[in-house]
């Protein structure tokens, strides 16, 4: 099983920046890693998907060109750079680790960016935006 541990939540005024770890332990087998985030009240939403083999990404509109994903292989840790942060992005943000899918069509692995492809879960960190 892989372990996640994230890091890096604070509390920021809007427009401010944070960026997030996410520290892994061997993630043999597990070519997808991402950040969601679920507010309270509101359903886990997939903030961005990594497919570490190739480093491509994918980012939900709510996020796009603000939040960047990317990862150091030689501390087997994910980032997740937020920038022109908003109230709304408050959030407790999580890290996940999840296995690719292959398209048999494409000949190519890909990446989900939905939680029920996702086995592996931290903790949790918290960000707030003030405004």
């Known amino acids: 099983q892989v372990q996640l541990v994230e890091s890096g939540g604070n509390s920021v005024q809007a427009g401010g920046s944070l960026r997030l770890s996410c520290a892994a332990s061997?993630?043999?087998?597990?070519?997808?890693m991402a950040w969601f985030r679920q507010a309270p009240g509101k359903e886990r939403e997939g903030v961005g998907v990594?497919?570490?083999?190739?480093?491509?990404?994918g980012y939900g509109d709510s996020v796009k060109g603000r939040f960047t994903i990317s990862q150091d292989n030689a501390k087997n840790t994910l980032y997740l750079q937020m920038n022109s942060l908003k109230p709304e992005d408050t959030a407790m943000y999580y890290c996940?680790?999840?296995?690719?899918?292959?398209?048999?069509?494409?000949?190519?692995?890909?990446?989900?960016?939905?939680?029920?492809?996702?086995?592996?879960w931290g903790q949790g960190t918290q960000v707030t935006v003030s405004s």
């Open positions: 996940a680790a999840g296995s690719a899918y292959y398209s048999s069509n494409g000949g190519y692995y890909y990446c989900i960016r939905a939680h029920e492809a996702f086995g592996d």
């Open positions: 061997l993630i043999y087998g597990r070519y997808c």
């Open positions: 990594m497919y570490l083999i190739d480093g491509s990404t």
